[in-house]
């Protein structure tokens, strides 16, 4: 029997490809001490301008480098040349270098030096190895990052490039501002149509610009430039320090809802987050709440992390987007009326492979078994409770993974996306995806995107972009790389 196909439409043979969440943004970009945190002691030794400087200078693709490493090579072999003719001391130089080989990975083994690194570590330095490949192209800045990506793929692909302002995370400041950034990313974007580059918007950057002297707001900078299309819609990045229904947003938000725009908003944990000290008001969740003893009543609940990479997880939680969807939570919380419940935003990286495996491996609770592919009248009807539906926020918070919550925000509001960046590197999750792409509940707000090039730390652009196409298939593909994102990419202004 012929399996019914997900489309309704013939696929065109050369159809316009939308990778939704890609960067540009160079290594010039990011704060000097990018390591706070992640490498105590050594942030101030290790910075961006060391690792800048590193891939410059010693490296192959410096041409002093190259002629050094030559020489060298052609002085050592001219050198065992010699040793040849008296064969043994050709054989002793021969056995002293592999006893060295042999005694370097002996020690290594025995010591285990990785282990005397964090997870959190080696994520960074794979973060600084990945950011210092492209510094190597800092003279031509984020139009040779385009460049390189764009490449990779045909010709009439569009890419959606998101900026990161970074200039407020307490990591110290960037050879090149944010501001720097956007000029610069705004100037390529003029010769280059593929490009359809997002605003960065930081509620602290609104904030400090609002009584601003010089009469420069950002607030009306982002909706001004939205308006005339410069920019295709708003990032957000939660884990810098702040919570997606902040106040200084809302205003923003208002502007994005009524006009359709997208967003798209970081949903994972990763290496970039807040490195500045943990405030009084974050040891408590502002809106969600519940109930210790009956007597007392709801009260707010408890966020005891003290460390940086684990309470800043609690900005990027997906259950702070029902908080500023729920029209009932957004406003008991603002002291308003207040209804963003159609926003169009994207929960970037879907969770993360983490909360994936965290699905798959939990067998025993229903907010973990909420995946499946009954009908939406069946699954909104049924008596079994979801993340969602579940009696204890509290409990959905700490044990339910992000894949599950993700997942009924899709279905309780009509407007929300998520999208695949970064987490489609591991091949292993691509049955689930291929489940998910299957699901009528939610297949239709499934985004392609790689998250280049911050990626490519795991595997290439082409490999992620070949396997993944090849494995889902041409319908499936069509169906996240083109017709959802015209849908969520389209604005009052413009209409893919």
């Given amino acids: 029997?012929?399996?019914?196909?997900?489309?309704?439409?013939?696929?065109?043979?050369?159809?316009?490809?939308?990778?939704?969440h890609t960067h540009t943004f160079t290594i010039d970009h990011v704060p000097n001490q990018?390591?706070?945190?992640?490498?105590?002691?050594?942030?101030?030794?290790?910075?961006?301008?060391?690792?800048?400087?590193?891939?410059?200078?010693?490296?192959?693709?410096?041409?002093?480098?190259?002629?050094?490493?030559?020489?060298?090579?052609?002085?050592?072999?001219?050198?065992?040349?010699?040793?040849?003719f008296t064969v043994v001391l050709y054989w002793l130089y021969t056995l002293i270098l592999f006893f060295f080989h042999w005694f370097f990975k002996?020690?290594?083994?025995?010591l285990a030096l990785s282990n005397l690194f964090s997870q959190q570590s080696k994520e960074a330095y794979r973060r600084f190895r990945t950011l210092g490949r492209y510094a190597t192209y800092s003279k031509q800045g984020q139009s040779k990052v385009f460049d390189l990506l764009?490449?990779?793929?045909?010709?009439?692909?569009?890419?959606?490039?998101?900026?990161?302002?970074?200039?407020?995370?307490?990591?110290?400041?960037?050879?090149?501002?944010?501001?720097?950034?956007?000029?610069?990313?705004?100037?390529?974007?003029?010769?280059n149509?593929?490009?359809?580059?997002?605003?960065?918007?930081?509620?602290?950057?609104?904030?400090?610009?609002?009584?601003?002297?010089?009469?420069f707001s950002y607030e009306k900078y982002v909706k001004r430039n939205l308006s005339k299309q410069n920019f295709h819609g708003i990032k957000l990045y939660p884990a810098l320090g702040y919570y997606p229904f902040d106040k200084n947003l809302i205003e923003t938000y208002k502007f994005a809802q009524a006009n359709q725009i997208p967003i798209i908003t970081h949903c994972i944990e990763?290496?970039?987050?807040?490195?500045?000290?943990?405030?009084?008001?974050?040891?408590?969740?502002?809106i969600l709440k519940y109930t210790k003893k009956v007597e007392e009543g709801p009260i707010p609940m408890p966020l005891p992390q003290t460390k940086n990479y684990d309470y800043t997880t609690n900005f990027t939680h997906p259950l702070n987007y029902h908080c500023l969807l729920d029209k009932d939570l957004l406003s008991e919380y603002l002291g308003e009326d207040i209804d963003l419940s159609k926003l169009k935003i994207c929960l970037a990286h879907f969770g993360g492979t983490k909360e994936w495996n965290r699905y798959t491996e939990d067998n025993w609770n229903n907010y973990n078994n909420n995946i499946s592919h009954r009908s939406l009248d069946d699954y909104n009807s049924s008596p079994i409770k979801n993340t969602l539906t579940h009696g204890s926020v509290r409990t959905i918070w700490w044990n339910a993974s992000w894949l599950s919550i993700i997942y009924d925000l899709m279905i309780r509001y009509e407007n929300l996306y998520t999208d695949i960046s970064f987490m489609i590197y591991n091949e292993e999750l691509f049955p689930l995806l291929k489940y998910l792409l299957l699901d009528e509940k939610v297949n239709k707000k499934i985004l392609f995107g790689t998250d280049f090039y911050v990626v490519s730390q795991k595997k290439t652009e082409k490999a992620i972009f070949q396997n993944l196409r090849s494995y889902?298939?041409?319908?499936?593909f069509y169906l996240i790389s083109h017709q959802n994102p015209k849908r969520f990419l389209s604005t009052t202004f413009k209409k893919y």
């Fill in 1 to 20: 029997m012929k399996e019914t196909s997900q489309i309704d439409t013939v696929i065109p043979k050369n159809y316009t490809v939308f990778n939704c």
């Fill in 34 to 84: 990018f390591g706070k945190q992640l490498i105590p002691l050594l942030y101030q030794v290790v910075t961006m301008k060391v690792v800048k400087w590193y891939y410059l200078n010693l490296t192959y693709r410096n041409n002093t480098y190259k002629r050094f490493t030559h020489t060298y090579k052609k002085v050592r072999n001219l050198f065992l040349d010699i040793l040849k």
């Fill in 106 to 110: 002996m020690l290594v083994n025995i």
């Fill in 150 to 191: 764009e490449k990779t793929y045909d010709s009439n692909t569009k890419f959606v490039v998101l900026p990161m302002d970074m200039d407020y995370m307490e990591a110290g400041k960037p050879i090149a501002n944010y501001m720097q950034q956007l000029d610069e990313l705004l100037h390529i974007t003029t010769n």
């Fill in 193 to 215: 149509p593929n490009l359809l580059p997002f605003v960065f918007v930081d509620p602290r950057r609104i904030s400090d610009t609002y009584f601003n002297t010089m009469e």
């Fill in 270 to 286: 990763g290496t970039v987050f807040y490195r500045g000290k943990k405030k009084k008001d974050w040891n408590y969740h502002p």
């Fill in 472 to 476: 889902i298939g041409e319908e499936s």
